[in-house]
């Protein structure tokens, strides 16, 4: 073979790995639902493209119903507002305030996350409910009683989940958190029977509801981080741990074990926290794609947040506000 001939052969399968490698990295950077909405496939896009570089600032939100005191309160100290809010379906006489800020806050150019403390089926809403016992191996059995009232709190999740759908909000959906802990019934029964929930749950949302405006985010205890409870990437988006840490650290030996078990295939977040992580030590080691301080206390009380900290934080270079995010590139509505 004569040397351009060799060499148009080397500059051609260089050109194909490229493209092969192109291929990859596109699949790895899509969202598990195949039909997965243009505001989900936007906002999706968007995380992939600050992620390493930014970190999104995020704050849970106590009660819908009532005034925003945490929004308030950060505006008041930083002058800024958080890039991503946090709700909850916690309590069914508050869900459709928080399809109403949900969707208010998409609207006025902000990310939306929501979490559910899905109280025990057969016994009711609640916190405590959430931790209470519950029989999952018997719920995953078609029509047993568990089942029948499992199925029951789905469908009416499922009912405010398609409300933001049908108003093309995307969301950062983030169910069964803090799954590979012992306190909540969904973490009590080890791995497979977790996984096996995740995975009803993925599909009646998905595949039977078409519910493409959802973002999957699995969610480990930073206490127990262990690749058993992985439900898999063909039904996870983004990965993350949390730790309510006694200082500002940046929490990179979570990140770390988190980026053991998922490499680079999704992003990893800190999807609770107390104390907010120095910005100043995030990099490589720790590249957190979001912060989510938890309400009330966890961001007012001095001890987890002083003011003069948080503002400095909120105005850092690392950390993207609300603000921020059009010129990050994220399109609002």
């Known amino acids: 073979m004569s040397l351009s001939r060799r060499a148009a052969c080397a500059g051609g399968l260089a050109l194909a790995a490229t493209a092969q490698s192109a291929r990859a990295d596109r699949a790895a950077r899509s969202l598990c639902d195949p039909a997965a909405s243009p505001e989900a496939k936007a906002l ?53 305030a928080v399809n109403e800020r949900a969707t208010a806050w998409h609207k006025t150019g902000g990310i939306v996350t929501l979490c559910w403390h899905w109280g025990a089926p057969d016994i009711g809403p609640g916190y405590e409910n959430a931790k209470k016992g519950f029989d999952l191996r018997a719920a995953l059995k078609p029509g047993s009683p568990q089942n029948i009232a499992m199925r029951r709190d789905l469908s009416r999740i499922g009912d405010l989940l398609t409300v933001l759908r049908d108003r093309n909000v995307p969301v950062l959906w983030r169910p069964l958190h ?33 519910l493409n405006n959802l973002i999957w985010v699995a969610g480990w205890a930073g206490q127990n981080i262990d690749p058993a409870w992985h439900p898999g990437r063909d039904r996870v988006d983004i990965a993350g741990a949390d730790l ?38 995030l990099g490589a080691q720790a590249d957190w794609l979001w912060f989510m301080t938890w309400h009330t206390q966890w961001l007012m009380d001095p001890a987890q947040n002083a003011s003069d900290r948080l503002k400095a934080f909120y105005g850092s270079q690392r950390y993207l506000t609300k603000d921020e995010l059009a010129a990050a590139g994220f399109a609002a509505p």
Request: charged share 25%; proline share 7%.
């Open 44 to 96: 999706y896009a968007f995380l992939w493209r600050i992620y390493g570089r930014n970190t999104l600032t995020g704050q849970q939100e106590g009660v819908a119903h009532r005034a925003p005191i945490e929004l308030d309160y950060i505006q008041r100290v930083t002058g800024r507002q958080p890039a991503i809010l946090g709700l909850d379906y916690i309590d069914p006489r508050d869900n459709a």
């Open 178 to 210: 803090e799954f590979s802990g012992d306190w909540f019934w969904w973490g009590k029964h080890g791995p497979d029977a977790f996984k096996a929930l995740w995975a009803l749950m993925f599909d009646e949302f998905t595949r039977r509801r078409g």
């Open 244 to 281: 309510y840490a006694e200082d500002h650290g940046d929490l990179a030996p979570m990140f770390q074990e988190v980026k053991a078990i998922v490499g680079d295939s999704v992003p990893i977040c800190l999807h609770e926290n107390g104390p907010i992580p120095d910005p100043a030590g």
